[in-house]
């Protein structure tokens, strides 16, 4: 009989499971676990500057291990994070090489205890970018920089850490922020197939509400969601920013969705899907009143490469029953550059401002029209060079009408109305617009410098635009980006009228896309004449503290009526319309125009001249001089340099 002689190799293998069994059931186990747990323990800790600590760490049976009150406590503050016991099902061959990776987990009475006092708190070291520990190597320049293996790192990492089974008991997260305090706890949650599903309690100071929370993680395809609605008659509130940011959001139910994907060396993609339900919004910088809308879905494809992020022109954007395809690409190399493009050929124009979320932009609400609408945009910016921008954005139609207004007839200014005036969201003066009012002067009764000065510096093509100057916006994008702030606008005339008397109320960070459609439809339906437009606009523009219109302005600063102003005098008029509560600064002590504005006098005469707005020899003898008479004078000058009236007999 012929016996099987092992070979040497067989031979090693079989010695290295034999031996690799007495590790994993001898009594070095604990000691090796222990060394590789505080290993771990130590970097995380001196990275985030705050102390991890657990009672004891032991192996129950073969491959679980047991961690008793696993806490984090930052130094001098209540502890943070702490966990009665965590159960981990490991792999022991990894456990040879120092290294943990998990299999099933259970975690016992988890809780979070958030602390909070002004700049006093037990959690914001976390947020603290500066912290960084010395032993941790600096990540290479370039791999820094590579957003496509960033992107990889961070979801390979996420999804190679999460466990197969995962159940969760008694978990709470409390929280104390400067005399807000808000809750959630569940009794139970567990991940099983990949799936999970649990019921949550929420408290916001007074407000209690019951969620339902359920969702998807699947590391074996890289896919992730979660859903999110309520359990009662109250809408799903996040709690704390109304708080901290004076803002409400709530809706019915939301869900996302994400996949990651690594096709290859060069590019990863992370795709998905964010739907919300019967959202409502509530900030007052975004609108008065609650902003409402019944669905608003992204389907979303982000593709990252070594030095750009993109949006693909494949996502989709829409709310109610419009949706749009944007396109967005921000590089860093060679050039730092952004790209946005959204093309929308063709939609229906009922549609459109049906989709308008309610509550947003109150003038179109209840809103009837017929035909069809186009967008496009193109946005091309090299951050290196600012005045190479490319900007082009235009709303189209196609056999568009009104066929009822809604909550607003913007046709209602061909007539006389009654203005009202608002600071700061005030009403300060109501007056009438029209014939009766004996400071309103028609088109013909305001002299040509005043009007030709104005449209000089406001907008200079008012009659031949259909609202909008595409140069002109470009151009204050341009700036406003090189000042890093806000400071020029590309308004004409036309938006100005608009946002004087349908918008004058609303201060809000949406006002100027509200501003834009009302221009859009009034210009391109022709609902209000040019002459109509411009006469309102001077009738109505804040010249002065209190003082609206050129005729009163006329009184306020030289006691006469707007038809006898002078050059001189209506060039001033044009110089305070951006910043009428500033025209103090215009003058010195002595009531002289300040030499700032010589520049601006030869600047506005010089269009004017070149326009043949006024002859060569208005030109030559205009000099910045003006002479105060009406009230403004008491406000501009000393009252000891005014000189008293003569008594008379």
């Known amino acids: 009989m012929k016996f099987y002689r092992p070979s040497r190799k067989t031979v090693f293998i079989i010695a290295g499971i034999i031996l690799l069994l007495i590790i994993i059931t001898g009594a070095f186990r604990n000691t090796m676990l222990n060394y590789a747990l505080n290993k771990k323990i130590k970097v995380y800790s001196d990275r985030i500057g705050a102390r991890i600590t657990y009672q004891n760490a032991s192996f129950s049976g073969i491959s ?31 456990l040879l090489r120092m290294r943990l990776r998990f299999g099933d987990v259970e975690i016992l009475e988890p809780s979070v205890n958030l602390q909070r006092n ?73 991940i099983t197939d990949n799936y999970f599903k649990t019921l949550v309690d929420v408290t916001d100071d007074s407000l209690s509400m019951h969620w339902q929370i359920a969702g998807i993680l699947n590391p074996r395809v890289n896919r992730a969601a979660l859903s999110v609605r309520t359990m009662d008659s109250l809408k799903v509130q996040v709690p704390y920013i109304h708080q901290r940011w004076k803002t409400v959001i709530a809706f019915d139910s939301a869900r996302v969705q994400l996949e990651f994907t690594e096709p290859d060396g060069e590019t990863s993609r992370l795709e998905g899907e964010a739907v919300l339900y019967n959202s409502l919004l509530n900030n007052a910088r975004i609108s008065p009143n609650d902003v409402r809308l019944e669905r608003s879905e992204v389907d979303y494809r982000l593709n990252f490469g070594s030095s750009y992020i993109e949006l693909d022109s494949a996502s989709r954007f829409s709310f109610n029953k419009i949706d749009f395809n944007p396109y967005i690409r921000y590089e860093t190399r060679p050039e730092k550059k952004l790209k946005i493009s959204i093309h929308k050929p063709e939609f229906g124009a009922q549609d459109f401002f049906s989709s308008l979320p309610a509550g947003l932009f109150p003038n179109f609400e209840g809103i009837q029209v017929r035909g069809k609408l186009g967008f496009n945009l193109d946005f091309d910016f090299v951050f290196s060079m600012p005045d190479s921008l490319v900007f082009a954005a235009a709303l189209t139609s196609d056999k568009f009408a009104v066929e009822r207004f809604g909550n607003t007839d913007f046709t209602y200014i061909n007539g006389p109305f009654q203005y009202t005036a608002y600071e700061k969201g005030q009403a300060v003066r109501q007056f009438m617009v029209g014939p009766e009012n004996p400071d309103f002067r028609t ?69 100027k896309i509200e501003e834009m459609l009302i221009t859009w439809m009034i210009e391109t339906r022709q609902m209000v004449s040019k002459d109509r437009m411009f006469e309102v606009y001077l009738n109505v523009i804040e010249t002065g503290p209190m003082v609206y219109g050129v005729n009163e302005a006329a009184h306020f600063y030289f006691d006469k009526d707007v038809s006898k102003l002078t050059l ?81 007999d």
């Not at 679980?64 to 209540?78: S, Y």
């Not at 966990?83 to 490991?90: A, C, F, K, N, Y």
């Not at 003898?621 to 008594?647: C, M, N, T």
């Open 118 to 190: 002004g700049n006093q708190s037990n959690y914001l070291f976390l947020l603290d970018r500066k912290k960084s520990d010395s032993t941790i190597k600096a990540p290479d320049e370039k791999a820094a920089g590579n957003y496509a293996q960033r992107v990889a790192s961070l979801f390979n990492t996420f999804f190679d850490y999460v466990p197969s089974t995962i159940s969760i008991e008694k978990f709470t997260v409390k929280a104390a922020i400067n005399n807000h305090r808000f809750s959630f706890s569940f009794p139970q949650l567990k």
């Open 443 to 511: 088109i013909d009764q305001i002299p040509a410098y005043l009007k030709n000065a104005i449209m000089t510096s406001e907008d200079g093509s008012f009659y031949y635009h259909n609202g909008f100057i595409p140069d002109a916006i470009r151009a204050s994008i341009i700036t406003n980006i090189k000042e890093k702030r806000f400071a020029r606008g590309g308004s004409t005339i036309s938006m100005q009228l608009v946002k004087n008397v349908f918008l004058n109320r609303n201060k809000n960070i949406t006002r």
């Open 64 to 94: 679980t291990i047991k961690v008793r009150n696993l806490g984090l406590v930052p130094e001098g503050k209540d502890t943070l994070i702490l966990i009665r016991q965590v159960s981990i099902r490991i792999k022991p061959l990894q």
């Open 568 to 648: 001189a005098e209506s060039i001033y008029l044009a110089s305070i319309v951006p910043k009428p509560k500033w025209f103090r600064y215009s003058f010195d002590e002595n009531g002289n125009l300040r030499e700032y504005l010589q520049s601006y006098y030869t600047l506005v005469s010089g269009k004017m001249l070149s326009k043949e707005w006024i002859t060569q020899e208005e030109y030559d003898r205009l000099k910045p001089e003006i002479e105060l008479k009406g009230p403004a004078r008491e406000l501009v000058l000393p009252a000891d340099s005014i000189p008293a009236e003569e008594e008379t």
